[in-house]
């Protein structure tokens, strides 16, 4: 993927691009090295070659190094993961492309976050082809398929040809209570604890098709955040300060706000 980049990627008339100059907010591509902000391809490969065999951690009096795969809890991580997947899965569609364009448009649903992958649609291309995508030694595991699945925070069901999605937390079914958002009796100006607030009842309706959803999520919430300290009438103006501002999220519910502040109450 180094090598993929500094020939231009798919451009190859950028390509033979000698430095990657790097500054604080921004970087770009020169011919003339500019100190030690510019970084050559072997470099580049130098630098992560080490960060990926060379990362220690430590837990109490131990010292230990990671061996196997991409080292977890270090910035470049989620990084490394999206290139070294999209290396294996660029080269496959795009010889699907070449060989076979039915099969590469059975893909075009496909959508990934780093390791999670989901396919809508695809008449199970996917999993037909997932191990010869991947090197052997990357594990994949099928958590679910057919009508019903999890997808990041989405849980999605197909009910008479219509995706139905709503808020997904897999917290909900740990043996313990979370502590997920901010408690007003904490050392925080009460505008962020009432902001953060409207910002989830937000979340939860942009994540929710179906109104019979959204109400048991919008009242758990509400229970509680007057649980960490927050005054009930001031939680429900922010509802419907997020109703009035993002009426575009609310509308497909097709109640007023007067009728959602009522049925959350309840």
């Known amino acids: 993927m180094v090598d993929f980049a500094f020939n231009g990627g798919k451009f190859k008339k950028n390509g033979n691009r000698r430095f990657l100059t790097v500054h604080k907010n921004h970087s770009y591509w020169t011919n003339k090295k500019h100190g030690y902000a510019s970084f050559s391809c072997s470099k580049v490969k130098q630098l992560v070659t080490h960060l990926i065999k060379q990362c220690y951690f430590q837990f109490s009096n131990l010292v230990l190094r990671q061996i196997i795969g991409i080292p977890m809890g270090i910035d470049p991580a989620p990084f490394w993961a999206n290139l070294y997947l999209y290396y294996y899965e660029e080269k496959h569609v795009t010889f699907l492309i070449k060989t076979d364009p039915f099969h590469a448009r059975l893909y075009r649903y496909a959508a990934r976050f780093i390791d999670d992958q989901c396919n ?21 595991k099928c958590e679910h398929q057919g009508d019903h699945a999890t997808f990041l925070e989405l849980d999605i069901t197909i009910q008479d040809g219509i995706f139905v999605y709503k808020l997904f937390d897999k917290r909900d079914d740990f043996p313990f209570s979370i502590v997920r958002m901010p408690d007003l009796s904490g050392n925080i100006p009460d505008h962020v604890f009432y902001g953060s607030v409207m910002s989830e ?23 509680c955040m007057i649980k960490q300290n927050g005054n009930k009438h001031k939680l429900l103006l922010q509802l419907k300060k997020a109703a009035i501002r993002h009426a575009q999220y609310f509308n497909h519910f097709q109640k007023s706000i007067e009728e959602i502040l009522k049925d959350i109450e309840e």
């Not at 942009?206 to 109400?215: G, K, N, P, Q, S």
């Open 201 to 223: 009842f937000l979340r939860v309706a942009r994540a929710t098709l179906l109104y019979r959803d959204f109400v048991p999520k919008a009242k758990t919430l509400l229970a």
């Open 120 to 140: 809508l649609n695809d008449s199970g291309q996917f999993k037909s082809a997932c191990e010869s995508i991947y090197p052997p030694e990357l594990q994949v």
